[in-house]
């Protein structure tokens, strides 16, 4: 018996001993890790650097095309106030945005202006002095442009006062020298224009001018 046990004993010490090595020693990768901590750094100066440089950078003015301000320039004016030219004062009594322009006197027959379906009028409301020695044609006196919403403009048309029919046309009234007269422009436009809240003024040129007049509604 002892000697079946004896190799078999020798056999498992020498399987065994085959077995066991010592772990391989892993490889040295410090100089690596040198290079990419040293890559790291470079980046982050060089990040800081671009931030230093960009925070020193003055901001751009703004595009003069990209400013909101009104289409075309001019003299503010408000309702009660005066343009006084040359050869005419013309005096602003009201503005309103109206589906039936009526004369000042309805108190008999009268000439309206009532708005189309889907429409409405911008009324300018004036009182025009001619300032020259000669008579002033009433449609030589000023040219109107409503501009709404920044762009959408609608050209006004002269009505001046006349006490028999309420309006007449401006192509065969005219104002001696010294004398005032109402005389009111009407700018048709869509309903849109009086159920918005969208920017809406007028732009008045006097004829004997050259200067532009702005009349903010809203």
């Given amino acids: 018996m002892k000697r079946k046990i004896l190799p078999t004993i020798l056999t498992i010490a020498i399987v065994l001993s085959g077995c066991s090595s010592t772990p391989p020693t892993p490889p040295d990768n410090s100089a690596e890790l040198e290079s990419l901590q040293a890559e790291v750094n470079a980046l982050r100066e060089e990040n800081k650097t671009l931030k230093e440089q960009l925070a020193a950078v003055p901001e ?3 595009d003069a095309n990209e400013e909101m301000a009104t289409p075309q320039q001019g003299t503010p004016i408000s309702v009660g106030e005066s343009i006084i030219t040359e050869d005419v004062e013309i005096t602003i009594n009201k503005v309103e945005l109206s589906y039936d322009v009526l004369p000042d006197n309805t108190s008999g027959f009268y000439t309206h202006y009532e708005a189309d379906a889907g429409n409405v009028y911008i009324h300018l409301d004036v009182d025009v002095k001619n300032l020259g020695k000669q008579n002033l044609g009433c449609d030589n006196i000023l040219s109107a442009t409503a501009d709404y919403n920044g762009g959408y403009t609608y050209s006004g048309f002269a009505a001046p006062e006349d006490s028999n029919t309420g309006f007449t046309y401006a192509n065969i009234t005219s104002i ?9 422009y009407l700018f048709k436009c869509p309903q849109e224009v009086e159920e918005s809240t969208n920017p809406l003024f007028i732009i008045i040129e006097p004829e004997s001018s050259n200067d532009s007049y702005i009349l903010t509604i809203r």
Avoid at 176 to 184: A, C, I
């Fill in 176 to 184: 001696k020298p010294l004398e005032t007269l109402g005389v009111h």
């Fill in 60 to 62: 751009a003015a703004p």
